[in-house]
């Protein structure tokens, strides 16, 4: 059965399919525990579609993301289309060259829709000051490191690095009001609300 995979011209679909499905899978496990493996390798190279300040334009088609699937989706449908289809190595170079771009494109297109529900990171920190919210990380007392806080900023729940300037430690889910915001370190000074 192994060897169906690379005889008779099955190699050319195999390689490029297994290593795109290793990357791609690897890569929704790293997203899985918070971690992030993607290389930009041009993101000026773009569709031209959504540009400017439209949320989301940032997301580039050639990534090492979207190389991914486009091996993965090219790789296997041109392995199927060669095994299955009887279209000889013709048919099957043109189904998994189509399928592998109509893949990619679609990756693309449903990150940029993805990156849109994301915050805006264009929030300016003075306007925390006065606003109450939920400490997420415990907050050590002055001098000894930062915290995290959660705030709610307009309509979206933001996280922050926080200080504060008592002795106690603040701990994790104590109400907390805003003080100060330094920009400089973009860090923000709580107390907990009694």
């Known amino acids: ?3 169906n995979l690379f005889e008779n011209g099955g190699i050319w ?3 490029p ?3 795109g499905s290793v990357y791609f899978l690897f890569q929704i496990f790293m997203g899985g525990i918070g971690g992030d493996l993607d290389l930009d390798m041009d993101a000026d190279f773009d569709t ?3 540009h400017g300040d439209t949320p989301g334009a940032e997301v580039g088609v050639l990534s090492l993301q979207t190389l991914s699937a ?3 989706a090219s790789g296997w449908s041109g392995f199927a289309a060669l095994r299955l289809l009887d279209v000889g190595m013709t048919g099957a ?3 998994a060259l189509i399928t592998g771009v109509v893949f990619a494109w679609a990756l693309v297109w449903l990150m940029r ?3 849109r529900l994301q915050n805006s990171g264009n929030v300016r920190l003075g306007q925390a000051v006065g606003l109450d919210g939920d400490v997420y990380i415990q907050v050590p007392p002055a001098g000894q490191g930062s915290g995290r806080v959660r705030l709610i900023m307009g309509t979206r729940q933001r996280e922050f690095s926080a200080v504060q300037p008592g002795t106690e430690p603040i701990a994790s889910r104590t109400r907390v009001r805003v003080v100060h915001a330094d920009t400089t370190t973009n860090t923000l000074t709580v107390e907990a609300l009694s």
């Open 70 to 72: 486009f091996f993965m």
């Open 1 to 3: 059965m192994i060897d």
């Open 93 to 95: 170079v043109t189904i």
């Open 48 to 50: 031209g579609v959504g």
């Open 17 to 19: 399919a297994i290593l």
């Open 113 to 115: 829709k993805m990156m």
């Open 13 to 15: 679909f195999t390689i």
